[in-house]
């Protein structure tokens, strides 16, 4: 027992009386490396704060920036895009080019200033009332050309012409013989095709073996385009669907003189297919030594209406042929 109380008496520490508490005071070591464990635990949750938020700066910068980028270069690209629609568009329209024959006038429309009458010889010149065409880029009496929003064949206009034949592709369909084609072939001799064709002068009866298609015989003969004139053949669809009107306007002279005209239509009618319409406006020798007529082949059927018979046309004539019936009117 005294044993007992022998070593309870060592172990205990000294005791002060006068009620005075012991002050513990803690000495930190300069090398903060050494710092007791107890120390660094009490920094943890510290740490563990300032890696969580690093690593959402990390993610934030990775998603954020790329977009910026993204959204800047998505920008400077609709801006250049932009800049060049609009570089293009202003390029477009100062660099229109007119077909031959033709001048551009300021708001960029295309004139024929040897047949037009509001800019005849130059752009802007009006023929008065006292003249009725502009020929050869001089007011005129000679015949206009009738058609609105008229296309020269190209390689026609300004050129002396003579037994040649030009291709024409269309905006829209044309039948005939229910045959239909958007491509067709003139001839300087007043004859259409939708088939074969020929550029012979020398007329004859219908049906022909020169010309193996549907074909149109608006007035062949041995006619002729004459440069510094105006004269071609010219084409022209207006309208819209389904009644588009398609039409040829034939402005040439005869071989023999270049003051008697040869002057005329051949118009269809898209909502009326098999059925063509011709019409005369100044035809010097009224189809003395002309065909007028329609043909479906070399062997036939065919309708005529004239073969080398005087005043067998005039001014204002028309006629119309209707190949579901093989007849004709005017």
């Not at 064709?197 to 062949?220: K, Q």
């Not at 270049?258 to 035809?283: A, G, M, R, T, W």
């Not at 001014?315 to 209707?322: G, H, M, P, R, S």
Request: with cysteine.
């Amino acid at each position: 027992m005294d044993k007992d109380i022998q070593n309870q008496s060592n172990q205990s520490p000294s005791v002060t009386n006068n009620n005075t508490q012991a002050v513990k005071t803690v000495t930190l070591p300069e090398n903060t490396s050494n710092i007791p464990v107890e120390y660094a635990k009490n920094f943890r949750p510290l740490i563990k704060i300032l890696l969580v938020l690093l690593c959402l700066i990390i993610i934030a910068t990775a998603i954020i920036v790329p977009n910026i980028l993204l959204t800047s270069k998505s920008a400077e690209e609709s801006n250049i895009s932009t800049n060049t629609t609009t570089i293009s568009t202003t390029v477009t329209a100062t660099t229109v080019i007119c077909a031959s024959g033709y001048v551009q006038t300021p708001s960029g429309a295309c004139v024929n200033t040897q047949i037009d009458l509001n800019n005849c010889g130059t752009v802007g010149y009006v023929c008065s009332s006292n003249y009725t065409s502009c020929s050869s880029g001089i007011c005129s009496a000679r015949p206009a050309v009738q058609l609105s929003g008229a296309i020269a064949v190209s390689a026609w206009i300004n050129q002396t012409i003579d037994d040649a034949t030009a291709q024409i592709s269309l905006p829209v369909s044309i039948t005939l013989y229910n045959y239909t084609t958007t491509n067709v072939t003139i001839t300087s001799n007043g004859v259409l095709c939708m088939g074969s064709c020929s550029s012979s002068y020398s007329n004859g009866i219908l049906p022909t073996s020169p010309f193996g298609g549907p074909t149109l015989f608006g007035f062949w003969d041995d006619l002729k385009i004459y440069s510094g004139t105006g004269q071609t053949v010219y084409y022209a669809t207006s309208g819209t669907t389904p009644n588009r009107i398609t039409t040829f306007e034939f402005y040439e002279s005869f071989y023999s003189s270049s003051l008697q005209y040869c002057h005329f239509q051949i118009i269809f009618d898209e909502n009326q297919p098999n059925i063509v319409k011709y019409i005369y406006f100044d035809v010097a020798s009224g189809g003395s030594s002309a065909t007028i007529g329609v043909q479906k082949s070399s062997f036939g059927p065919s309708i005529t209406y004239s073969v080398n018979q005087a005043n067998a046309v005039a001014y204002n004539t028309t006629l119309i042929f209707d190949t579901n019936t093989n007849t004709f009117s005017g």
